[in-house]
């Protein structure tokens, strides 16, 4: 099993950057594959995001290519969710989540942080 705690989200002008991470509180992340997720109000969650438990695969969604970036730092234990250019359409609360397997599906992620709110002003 494995705790996970996202930080880093807050209000940013459209245009703006922020740096999400996703720590471990308990287990390692290295065991697992990881994904960042988004949820807007009245929208179902969405993928932002995931990575391969080496870190050597990565998956972007259509919707945020080329201005996000997302890595990982096993020693640290630590995911993160790089993202610039942010637009009014990018406010949701943002998740990570953790799985044995690489997928870019929410409904295959067994484990779940408690979500940071990311708010774009325009």
């Known amino acids: 099993q494995v705790q996970l705690v996202e930080s880093g989200g807050g209000l940013v002008q459209a245009g703006g950057s922020l740096r999400l991470s996703c720590a471990a509180a308990s287990g390692r992340i290295s065991n697992y594959a990881m994904g960042w997720f988004r949820q807007a109000p009245g929208k179902e969650r969405e993928i932002v995001g995931a990575i391969s438990r080496s870190g050597g695969n990565t998956y972007i969604a259509d919707s945020v290519e080329g201005r996000i970036a997302i890595s990982r730092d096993n020693a640290k234990n630590t995911v993160y969710l790089e993202m610039n250019g942010l637009k009014p359409e990018d406010t949701a609360v943002y998740y990570c989540?953790?799985?044995?397997?690489?997928?870019?599906?929410?409904?295959?992620?067994?484990?779940w942080g408690q979500g940071t709110q990311v708010t774009v002003s325009s």
């Open positions: 989540a953790a799985d044995l397997l690489y997928s870019n599906s929410p409904d295959a992620y067994e484990y």
